[in-house]
């Protein structure tokens, strides 16, 4: 009885760690933290992209970008959709609109005094294609690197906190 007892109480920890285990691996795999603060929120649950699902001006999308020097490598980027197919993105003197609101302000040199060219635009956005922004005036985006293909977008975000 009493070897009964220890197998069944080994057993029961075993499918609880498995568990534990589990669920900590899954939700690993779907928490975002940006590494910087191009956003205002800091912590998001992310899925995979379906390839068919329209992306919406909005939605935090997840992609991987080539990022010149110093870095000189791809950087796993999350940012939102500030401009989506069909919609009108407009530049003026630097300043960035779609259909009319307000994304941002291009800079043509970074606070460390690199130059940077913004990528200007004036017309709808193509089909799939998105125009991603980052909150903090200093984020780097498309108003740099230009539309996200949206076969790149490997991932879509939801805002925790």
Known sequence: MRLKSKSSIFV????????LSYVTWYVLDHIRIPPTHSLSKRVFWSVAADAQSRIKTGQYVIFDQFVPKPISRDITFIKRAGCTAGEVLKVENDYYYCNGEYLGRGRHKTRGGVEMTPFIYNGAVPANMVFAVGDHPDSYDSRYIGFISRDRITRVAWAIF
């Open 12 to 19: 029961r920890n075993a499918l609880f760690i498995l568990a």
